[in-house]
């Protein structure tokens, strides 16, 4: 398996890119969302997946590795394969994609170009418990070692408001931008409360 690959990026193209690691050119296939991340500085390193196919051998390159996640959860999918998941990533972003799937909005997914009403359902069905599963995961290690987020609920809870109330404030706000300070964030809830 090809973990990822580092070097000189030689050609960059909406569906494709290619990189030149030591003399050879990899033909890496992206997503729009993977190329609106890409600079155009001449260094590239971009997280892959190897898909191996009776006929070829395809890289599919992604700048994220929450996208290469996503991208390798939707082709476990029966009746999605490796273009239809780079399809559904260049249409929606991750968090899109995510969301779509997790509140059972399959009209969001059938908005993409080659995916119907029983696949977008088939999707939801395969992945909207992995979503969750992981989602939940994600936010009980977020929450063991964050400082940030105990010093703003008790600040704001010794201001009078409601600890359940503010705590989930303060967890949609750190989703959006996780990287706040104690006040920064306090006033961003202040502001949505």
Same mark, same amino acid.
């Given at each position: 398996?090809?973990? &990822? ?11 494709? *890119? ?5 003399? *050879? /050119?990899? &033909? ?19 997280? #892959? &997946? ?6 070829? &051998?395809?890289?599919?390159? %992604? ?7 996503? %991208? ?17 990533? +260049? ?5 899109? #994609?995510?969301?779509?799937? $997790? ?6 997914? !059938? /908005?993409? !170009? @080659? =995916? ?18 992981? +989602?939940?995961? +994600?936010?009980?290690? %977020? @929450? ?26 303060? /967890? ?17 809830? $202040?502001?949505? =409360?």
């Amino acid at each position: 398996m090809i973990a &990822h690959i580092q070097g000189r990026l030689t050609e960059k193209t909406p569906t494709y *890119v290619v990189i030149d690691c030591n003399g *050879v /050119g990899y &033909h890496i296939m992206i997503s729009l969302n993977t190329f609106s991340l890409l600079s155009d500085t001449e260094q590239c390193k971009l997280l #892959t &997946h190897l898909a191996v196919r009776e006929d070829a &051998h395809l890289l599919y390159g %992604f700048k994220e590795e929450s996208e290469r996640a996503l %991208f390798r959860l939707l082709i476990t999918v029966s009746g999605v394969g490796s273009s239809t998941a780079l399809m559904i990533l +260049s249409s929606l972003s991750p968090n899109e #994609t995510r969301q779509a799937i $997790l509140s059972n909005d399959i009209n969001a997914l !059938k /908005g993409v !170009k @080659g =995916i119907g009403a029983k696949t977008a359902q088939r999707i939801v069905i395969d992945l909207k418990d992995k979503l969750a599963k992981d +989602s939940l995961e +994600s936010e009980f290690s %977020f @929450g063991i070692d964050n400082t940030v987020k105990e010093e703003a609920l008790s600040a704001l809870v010794m201001l009078g408001f409601n600890k359940i109330q503010a705590d989930k404030s303060i /967890g949609k706000i750190l989703k959006a931008t996780p990287d706040l300070t104690v006040e920064e964030l306090i006033k961003q809830v $202040l502001k949505s =409360i």
